[in-house]
């Protein structure tokens, strides 16, 4: 292996070439194939860390492919292509929450009230990380993951939101705490908070 070469790009990251992008503009059956394959595991593992249902996440690919074969023709490059696939799933990821009823109060006092209990954590969640994470209210954890695993800053979540950055700062405080207090009923399990971003 060349160690000079850069490293692949995996998920969002990877990028489509400009001849693929323009055939896909034009309606492409086989350009739409090749973003499907690129971007449909990245648009699933987003779907599924923040709806934690195979079925639901399943839905969100299918709903999102469907989308960009109209949407890929407004695509202007201002941002990489994946980051723009991403705000799709994204969204359609938060309509589909709200569409269910599921993503909770503006109110973090009142998002965290209604949560589930620190109450009995089951040996296995403790290390199923998505376990836990569904323990969490929707919106927190949409949030965290957003923040936490796809990189958003608080500035984005802020304008996502249509909230200031303290309030995704808050939600996302209380979530870590949350997760940690969820742990700590295993003495020797502890949850490290992730990198802070800005």
Known sequence: MNMNSPEPRSGFAQEIDAVTLARARRGDVSAHAVIYKTFARPCYTLAMRVLGSPA???DIVQDVFLKLMDAVRQYRGDAPFGAWLKRMTVNAAIDQLRSQRHIGPDDPERLFANA???GAVLAADVHDVMALLQRLPPRARLILVLHELEGYT????AELFGQTESYSKSILSRSLKRLQEWLNTKPDVELQAWPSRS
């Open 154 to 157: 608080h500035k984005e979540l």
């Open 56 to 58: 639901a996440a399943e």
């Open 116 to 118: 589930a209990e620190t």
